[in-house]
């Protein structure tokens, strides 16, 4: 008798950039890795639950690594594992280079060109209080895939105006819960 095995069910497609903030928390360390936390554990659940084909990690603010969103999307990983190595590889750097602030890394996102659609999925991180002034996330569809965004508000910022309409804004307190992870 010939025992047929199902196949996996198929993913669906989501090439995800998550796209971090090292510059609203200052120097204050713990809440940058308080916020790496969060991003791993959302980015297990995505792989988990098979949405995810790949996912790859876009820093701004302090850092020096992850810090070209070029080489962030030709460095997508396609497992969990891959993708966890980076999170934790994350290093905080305040050696007086101007950081890419919340406004900038948008407007960075907003003309970007992939020609490749290397992505099609953002989920993007901030925790800045203000962000009346923010511009709108708004990536140019003639130059890029992206057709998925979720603006995470961490630290319980809003990030409704700077989302929406295009996308879904989530707001977690900094103590967060396995309820704010599903969430995103």
Known sequence: MIK????PPAKKNLHCLLVGDLYNFGDNI????????????????????????????????YTEK??????????????????????YDIKY???GDKPLSTAKAIE????????NNRVNCL?????????SELPR????????????IVGVG????SLYKVITPRGVAVSVPYIYTEHDVERV
């Open 66 to 87: 992850f810090a070209s969103l070029d080489e962030s999307l030709n460095n997508m990983r396609s497992s969990y594992d891959l993708l966890l190595n980076d999170l």
């Open 154 to 157: 961490f630290s319980g910022t």
């Open 123 to 131: 989920i993007f991180f901030s925790a800045q209080e203000n962000t």
């Open 108 to 115: 960075t996102l907003n003309n970007l060109v992939d020609g």
């Open 93 to 95: 750097n305040n050696r």
């Open 30 to 61: 713990t809440a940058y890795r308080q916020e790496v936390d969060f991003m791993a554990e959302v980015s297990y659940d995505l792989f988990q639950n098979q949405d995810i084909s790949s996912m790859g990690l876009w820093l701004y603010g």
């Open 137 to 148: 996330l708004d990536p140019d569809q003639n130059k890029s895939k992206i057709n998925r």
């Open 4 to 7: 047929i095995i199902p196949a």
